[in-house]
């Protein structure tokens, strides 16, 4: 995204393996550790202007990102067979 470009807004979806440990570096770099609360299946996090928005997190049969019903984006993961 261009930085002379302040209108343009982007999400990113990350596949990673210790997600809370990804989403509490970047808020400790950006300064807002404050702003992550992170619960069971979810993470709930606060943008501009006070709004809200949620991550879910669910397994299912393939790798999928999508809204979800309650207007939360849902993040579908495979199963894995850990031995």
Known sequence: MPS???K???DAVLQCDHVI??????????GKIDYVNISPGSIR???????EGI???VRGSE????KGKR???LV????TNTT
């Open 45 to 51: 996090f606060t943008v501009a202007r006070g709004k």
């Open 21 to 30: 440990e990804l989403v509490t570096k970047l808020a400790m770099m950006a």
């Open 71 to 73: 207007g939360h984006l």
């Open 55 to 57: 991550i879910d997190f």
């Open 4 to 6: 002379e470009d302040s």
């Open 8 to 10: 343009q807004k982007a």
């Open 63 to 66: 790798m999928k990102v999508a």
């Open 76 to 79: 579908t993961v495979p199963r």
